[in-house]
């Protein structure tokens, strides 16, 4: 049996999906967090899998970019929750609801 | 003569300019003396300036200062001819004897630097309305006349009667201002230029019949707002709010002698529309009787000669209309004199009665102020037109020549008469009550004759209207001569030949002889003063109750439109479209608001939905589905 491209492209979409229910579902942030991480990554395989079926950089050259972006994003977002948990001792997103309409 | 009409004209506003500044600093007495100073070079340099119209060789010059509108062919020009040579000796003359009383009169008042600054403001704006060479330069002039009059009448702003009065008289010339202003228009659209010299020339071939009665009778309605006629005279009494000086200056030298000057200066627009004419004179004619009659049973002191003043502005309407020029300009000379001592002579007394104006309780003030009566006296008769004095040359004049006329001038020649008899009744009660009888004064009140400053403007007039009338008599035709060159091509109605003049003269001299011994009877020799009673007094002290139907008529309908403009236009309308963008802006938001539910869960989905739904729509375009 080889490994064909098709399977990491199935294998993208369930880790995709699993961040993206992880992201609907869960409540606590760092989770929600992982879960963001999660389809970011999912991404990644997509674009790796699909640079060396076609032969080409592109594909390993944007996933740095993605990593990249996930870095700064980990650190402004990390950075976020900590203050908010320092505040309020919760790290729910339930409960950060005030600029609701 | 150029540096000459300049500095005639300069000088009072740099006195304007200065006491504006500094008026405060400078303070007492030296504000005063600096105005008095500024305005009387000016009629020094006036005088020097009209030496060559004196010796009879001058001939008119236009000093031009800058371009002012070239798009309409304007220039600040001013035009120094014999009729303005008379206009700014007459105001910066008189007008000087005024600042100069003016200095005793406002003695201790906190706003004496501003009143001086005022004063010097009016006499500069006269000065350019009387200088102005085009409509244009003199429509400025007409305006700060109209400014310096409100700013000096509500000059005691504090008290509302005054703040009103200031008002009244800027609203009321407005409405003459808004016939003038059209009429310049009509000039412009007729000759494409403002230049006296030019619009005269041209007016007969450029000028229709109708064109020239529609531009005269509107000068007419500004030259009625501006010298209080029929039916905007309702300001002038009220004008007395303003310190007596003030009055002395709007009533002699400047501002209401305003009208009399323009339909004189455009005399050749007037005699082309004889209908307009007409009406001048008509109009002149019905307010010099309608005013007289109101001055008969009037109380205040100054009221009663606001009234003279407009009867007076009357007889020059009279005579501007008939075409008597040189005789129109000759009144408003001896009036400014003998009217501007009158209001002084008038403010000598309130202000030696300690601000008392009613004539019920003056009297007996002859012997305790000689001098201030001496001039009134004199005052009296030459307005009263007794021979030799000033009075009586000009308007003998004037009656001459409207009774030469014929046909229904006449008429207007019996109204005249009869308003001389009218002037020469209530001068003379003003000064039987004023000065004879027994003393009714208030209690505790010590009249006292007023300083130097005071009686010296006081003397110089009487002079000036005791002998002023003799510039101008059947004998020697002195001012005629002089304002000739100014009137070339007018055809300048003259007295009637032979002895008719002098049948009239004596005439009216016996009239008013005769209707001076009636007041006698009726208020010196009699026992007890009138009561001035009953229905026709009470309609007459109530100026036949103009002032109250304008009242009910402007304001009864002005206000309620002013308060639907007010509370319904612009509170419901203009109000309500800015508050309306408002209201809808706020209820689309409050329409969006659930969308933010402030749990990212339901953010999260919105995404997506959003990217399933692009991808989606990404792949039917491929073609996949």
Redo the contacts between chains.
């Keep these: 049996m080889t490994v064909t491209p098709g399977w990491y492209m199935g294998l993208a979409a369930v880790l995709f999906a699993i961040g993206a229910s992880g992201l609907l579902l869960r409540r606590n942030a760092l989770i929600m967090f992982m879960s963001v991480e999660l389809m970011l990554n999912a991404a990644n395989l997509t674009f790796v899998a699909a640079g060396r079926e076609l032969n080409v950089l592109d594909g390993q050259v944007s996933v740095f970019f993605v990593m990249v972006v996930a870095a700064a994003e980990v650190v402004v977002g990390l950075a976020i929750i900590v203050a908010v948990f320092r505040r309020r001792a919760t790290a729910s997103v339930d409960e950060l609801a005030e600029m609701k309409g | 003569m150029e540096t000459y009409v300049t500095l005639v004209l300069l000088l009072p506003l740099a006195g304007t300019v200065a006491l504006f500044g500094l008026g405060k600093r400078i303070g007492e007495p030296a504000a005063g003396w600096i105005a008095t100073a500024t305005v009387s070079a000016s009629f020094v340099l006036s005088v020097v300036a009209s030496v060559d119209f004196f010796a009879g060789d001058g001939h008119a010059e236009v000093v031009r200062w800058f371009e002012w509108m070239p798009a309409f062919g304007v220039d600040a020009a001013f035009l120094w001819d014999p009729l303005s040579a008379v206009m700014a000796m007459v105001v910066s003359g008189v007008g000087a004897l005024i600042h100069l009383y003016s200095i005793g009169y406002m003695h201790g008042d906190p706003g004496f630097g501003r009143f001086f600054a005022y004063m010097n403001l009016f006499v500069t704006s006269m000065l350019i309305l009387v200088l102005a060479d085009n409509f244009a330069v003199l429509f400025v002039g007409w305006e700060l006349v109209g400014l310096s009059s409100y700013l000096l009448i509500s000059f005691w702003f504090e008290r509302p009667s005054a703040a009103s009065a200031g008002k009244k008289a800027f609203v009321v010339n407005r409405v003459g201002d808004v016939g003038f202003l059209v009429a310049l228009m009509l000039v412009f659209a007729s000759f494409g230029t403002f230049a006296f010299g030019e619009v005269f020339e041209r007016a007969e071939s450029v000028l229709s019949t109708e064109t020239a009665t529609a531009i005269t009778l509107l000068l007419l309605l500004g030259a009625a707002g501006k010298s209080a006629q029929l039916p905007l005279y309702v300001w002038l009494p009220d004008a007395m709010e303003g310190p007596t000086p003030v009055s002395a200056l709007i009533h002699a030298a400047t501002m209401v002698t305003a009208g009399v000057y323009m339909v004189a200066r455009t005399g050749v627009l007037f005699e082309l529309a004889p209908v307009s004419a007409g009406v001048v004179a008509t109009v002149g004619a019905v307010t010099a009787l309608f005013a007289a009659t109101i001055a008969l049973a009037q109380n205040d002191i100054k009221r009663v000669l606001a009234y003279s003043t407009i009867s007076q502005l009357g007889y020059m309407f009279m005579a501007v209309g008939a075409a008597a020029y040189v005789a129109g300009i000759f009144h408003l000379m001896t009036h400014a004199f003998f009217k501007a001592l009158l209001f002084l002579g008038a403010g000598s007394v309130i202000h030696a009665l300690g601000d008392e104006q009613d004539m019920r309780r003056m009297g007996g003030l002859s012997k305790v102020m000689p001098i201030t009566f001496a001039t009134m006296v004199i005052a009296w008769l030459a307005i009263s037109g007794l021979p030799p004095l000033s009075g009586f040359w000009s308007k003998d004049e004037i009656l001459a020549i409207v009774y030469g006329r014929g046909d229904a001038w006449l008429v207007l020649w019996g109204i005249g008469l009869l308003t001389a008899v009218l002037t020469a009744v209530y001068m003379a009660r003003l000064v039987f009550l004023t000065f004879f009888g027994e003393p009714r004064w208030e209690e505790g009140a010590r009249p006292h004759e007023s300083p130097a400053t005071m009686t010296v403007p006081l003397v110089g007039l009487a002079g000036a209207a005791l002998v002023g009338g003799l510039v101008n008599t059947p004998f020697r035709l002195g001012l005629e001569h002089f304002l000739e060159p100014s009137f070339e091509g007018v055809k300048l109605a003259h007295p009637p030949e032979g002895v008719t003049p002098w049948v009239l003269a004596i005439v009216t001299t016996a009239v008013v002889l005769a209707a001076i011994a009636f007041t006698a009877r009726r208020y010196l020799w009699a026992a007890a003063r009138p009561a001035e009673e009953g229905r026709g007094w009470g309609l007459l002290r109530a100026a036949y109750h103009v002032d109250d139907a304008y009242g009910a008529v402007f304001v009864g309908l002005g206000a309620p439109a002013a308060t639907w403009l007010a509370d319904g236009f612009d509170q419901r309308g203009v109000d309500g479209a800015v508050n309306g963008v408002g209201w809808l802006t706020r209820s689309f938001g409050r329409w969006?608001?659930?969308?933010?539910?402030?749990?990212?869960?339901s953010y999260?989905?919105a995404i997506?939905v959003g990217a399933v739904a692009l991808v989606g729509w990404f792949l039917s375009r491929a073609g996949v589905f």
């Excluded at chain 2, 969006?592 to 869960?601: D, E, N």
């Design positions: 969006l608001r659930p969308l933010q539910t402030g749990f990212v869960r999260a989905v997506l």
